[in-house]
């Protein structure tokens, strides 16, 4: 019995691996080896990321077929105005790549103010490294009800009566500095940009904190935050690596916050004790805790520094660019000037030691024309990145994918001559005539962006702007040292001239 199973056995066993027609073939086929395969998927990669480009892009304007891996990051790595405006003339809407970000960017009107309005479908993002570097939970990045809260408490820092504190504080400032100017002339032209910078990050601090922070720390915020500034350019390496500009930058952010975070701590034990307001932060306690008190929200040392860095980077840096183009603006254009500095003196009695107030400023309407028009011609911020949250459709013909990045491009609509007639001139008129086609069209001054997310400082910048110019009319004379790229651009997250703006300062004549 045992051998006639042993014997079925035998015949039912299955043919060895080697003698089956699929073995065979198998065995005829060359082997594969890993680095052929690994070359074989990035190939697939490849293909398949100019597939998810085309199918995003659709037939919007752009290339065809996108860098594979960094699209158009050598391009972003030198920013040139040039460059946007080819991007701009190529459509309303069109499409770039960027490191696998897919970017729709407007250059129209419409659509940018489309942009800027739609809070359901766009979020501010800045530029994609920026929540890294502010912090995700910043209010600058929020949305819906949490933000329009924040917006409330702090459209109460703006009052008219908080700014004339303000302003005592920068008109102070700026006279110290440009004391220091005249002090110390240089023989030769030489770059105010940081020269303005630095006199500007000092108003800064000292009107958000006031005394709140240390002399030394105001030298130590300005000079890592310039780390802040560099790594919040549109397009920067991704990765927060040691020695990559995002890493520099959240190792400043973190030095300034501790101070941020102390000068709030103060402030709260400086108002408790029945102390006078003197600065932002100041007035921000003050409002969380005169009156009723129900339904305010009791903000953190560290809710309220984050507000303070925020603002620090719209007024050192979109400010300092400002500032610096004005400077600028009045010397290269002297018959402007002279009715600037013709109406200061009207003003301020022919008195060059008084000091600007509210009321003054009121009586200036050149010098705030002037501020208008530098803004325009030159203005700070060419474009504000924004992050499509679900499918926008932002056309009839076309809708942002999810996830990808839409930017509202500001300069086009400023820079349009239907709008503003000779739109590259320097015309602080246009904005004295009420009926000046310039003011019968707000909706292109978007200086300050529109929507939800505009600019909440506008008055604060343009009353600084006016205060340091102003001021700087009544005592100082100044030339500018013009070159090829005085009127050329150099953008680090905002604008400024290429050469630095290269001027000579001197004390006014008598």
């Not at 006639?4 to 060895?16: D, F, N, R, Y």
């Not at 004005?326 to 010397?331: N, P, V």
């Not at 109406?343 to 008084?354: F, P, Y």
């Not at 939800?452 to 604060?460: A, M, S, T």
């Amino acid at each position: 019995m045992a051998s006639h199973l042993h014997a079925a056995s035998q015949a039912i066993t299955a043919p060895s691996a080697s003698s089956t027609p699929f073995a065979a073939a198998a065995n005829a086929l060359p082997s594969v080896s890993t680095p052929t395969i690994l070359v074989s998927v990035f190939i697939g990669l490849l293909v398949l990321e100019q597939f998810v480009y085309r199918q995003k892009k659709q037939g919007l304007p752009g290339d065809r077929w996108t860098i594979p891996l960094i699209g158009k990051f050598m391009d972003s790595m030198n920013p040139t105005l040039e460059g946007y405006k080819r991007q701009w003339d190529s459509g309303e809407l069109s499409a770039l790549s960027v490191f696998n970000i897919f970017i729709v960017m407007a250059s129209s009107n419409e659509y940018t103010r489309k942009i800027l309005n739609s809070p359901t479908y766009t979020e501010p993002c800045l530029v994609h490294s920026a929540k890294q570097v502010l912090q995700e939970d910043n209010w600058v990045f929020l949305n819906g009800k949490v933000h329009s809260d924040y917006r409330r408490v702090l459209n109460q820092l703006f009052t008219r009566k908080a700014l004339s504190i303000y302003l005592d504080i920068q008109d102070s400032i700026s006279r110290a500095h440009f004391a220091k100017w005249l002090a110390n002339p240089s023989k030769e032209p030489s770059p105010i940009m940081m020269t303005c910078r630095d006199m500007n990050m000092e108003t800064s601090l000292r009107v958000f904190c006031g005394d709140h922070i240390p002399t030394h720390a105001v030298r130590e915020i300005s000079d890592k935050y310039w780390l802040i500034t560099k790594a919040l350019e549109l397009v920067n390496f991704p990765l927060a690596l040691p020695g990559t500009k995002i890493y520099n930058a959240i190792q400043a952010r973190k030095v300034a916050m501790r101070w941020l975070e102390d000068a709030a701590r103060k402030s709260k034990v400086a108002m408790a004790g029945g102390s006078e307001v003197t600065c932002l932060l100041d007035a921000w306690v003050k409002e969380l805790t005169d009156g009723d008190s129900k339904g305010k929200k009791d903000y953190s040392d560290r809710e309220m520094a984050m507000v303070v860095l925020s603002f620090l980077f719209a007024s050192q840096d979109a400010m300092s660019s400002g500032l610096i183009w004005m400077f600028q603006h009045f010397a290269d254009h002297p018959e402007i000037f002279a009715k600037v500095r013709e109406e200061q003196d009207r003003v301020r009695g022919g008195n060059r030691e008084k000091a600007m107030t509210l009321d003054m400023l009121d009586q200036m309407p050149y010098l705030k024309a002037c501020v208008k028009e530098s803004l325009r011609v030159k203005p700070p911020v060419t474009m504000v990145p924004y992050k499509a949250l679900r499918a926008f459709p932002i056309s009839p013909n076309y809708t942002v994918p999810a996830g990808s990045m839409v930017i509202p491009s500001l300069y086009p609509s400023l820079q349009d001559p239907e709008v503003y007639p000779e739109p590259d001139r320097f015309l602080p008129e246009r904005w004295l005539d009420d009926n000046s086609v310039a003011n019968a069209n707000p909706k292109n001054y978007l200086v300050f962006g529109a929507g939800p997310h505009r600019c909440i400082g506008v008055e604060y910048t343009t009353m600084n702007m006016a205060v340091a110019l102003g001021t700087a009319a009544m005592c100082m004379d100044w030339t500018h040292h013009v070159t090829e790229e005085s009127e050329k651009v150099q953008i680090i997250a905002t604008i400024f001239p290429k050469d630095g703006c290269l001027l000579k300062f001197r004390p006014r004549d008598s």
